[in-house]
């Protein structure tokens, strides 16, 4: 058995205050969002005179939270379901079919995480309005989705080529096709890493704000950090306001991040349940 040293209890109290710096900022964030208007330009670490829970309401009325929140969910909800389609079915025929067509793509994708996209920004945006996807669902998810399939292709790659054939060997011998043999043998076993890349590319496109500002401005279907940015011009000051919408805006993703950890670093590693 390990012995509990001075150096393991150096290691915790050092994380410990890593996590303590990490955390208080969220500490002042909560704070600020309860104070009244009175206490606005007090310093931040002064503790409410009272509590006022208001502000989240009037906060999530003046912003249309509520919208924007639905927005995000949808945005996300759909690019997510794309990446994972897409990205798994890209990445199993990558990993199992190696060739010079596939070490090609294979790279092509891993250039894709690299290259910025702001590159083609001009010529995208004039693609989508010419066929009519600027301001739409349809178009910011596949927008997403073409953004992010580098990186969860780059993920599921790693992972199928470490697992064994010899399940999908049994079921191709059985007779199932392709097609069905990765949807009922391979898939069921990416579960770490689709988690991965559910959690990772969700948070990405969660908390996106430049690409929504460029293809949704002026709509309706603007998500939640586009529409903190346009509340926080709407209410000048009022600090206690805008605190409140960003931690409506980022209390979904941490109870994301919380529930997924776990499977996130297992889909990171590359390791398989069995």
Do not use: H
């Not at 058995?1 to 996590?19: C, F, K, P, S, V």
């Not at 509520?66 to 079915?89: D, E, K, P, Y």
């Amino acid at each position: 058995m390990q012995r509990y040293t001075r150096r393991t209890l150096a290691r915790e109290i050092l994380l410990i205050l890593a996590g303590l710096g990490w955390l208080f900022p969220l500490y002042l964030l909560l704070l600020t969002s309860l104070k009244p208007d009175s206490q606005i330009f007090s310093a931040p670490t002064d503790l409410p005179t009272s509590l006022d829970v208001g502000n989240y309401a009037e906060a999530w009325s003046s912003a249309d939270l509520g919208r924007a929140l639905f927005n995000s969910m949808v945005i996300t909800g759909g690019s997510v379901a794309l990446l994972i389609v897409v990205g798994s079915l890209s990445a199993y025929t990558i990993a199992r079919r190696p060739g010079r067509w596939s070490a090609v793509f294979y790279l092509l994708f891993v250039v894709g995480i690299i290259v910025p996209s702001q590159l083609g920004l001009i010529p995208l945006y004039s693609m989508m309005r010419s066929l009519g996807l600027v301001g739409s669902y349809v178009g910011i998810i596949l927008l997403y989705g073409g953004l992010w399939i580098p990186m969860a292709v780059f993920l599921y790659t790693g992972f199928i080529r470490a697992m064994p054939k010899d399940y999908e060997e049994a079921a191709l011998i059985d007779g199932a096709t392709p097609f069905r043999t990765f949807w009922r043998v391979i898939f069921p076993q990416l579960r770490s890493v689709t988690a991965t890349v559910a959690t990772l590319c969700g948070i990405l496109v969660w908390n996106d704000f430049f690409t929504p500002l460029i293809f949704l401005s002026g709509t309706d279907k603007v998500p939640l950090p586009l529409a903190i940015y346009e509340f926080v011009g709407s209410v000048a000051t009022r600090w206690n306001l805008v605190f409140a919408g960003i931690l409506v805006a980022l209390l979904p993703v941490l109870i994301l991040f919380v529930v997924a950890q776990r499977q996130l670093m297992r889909g990171f590693s590359g390791g398989i349940k069995s």
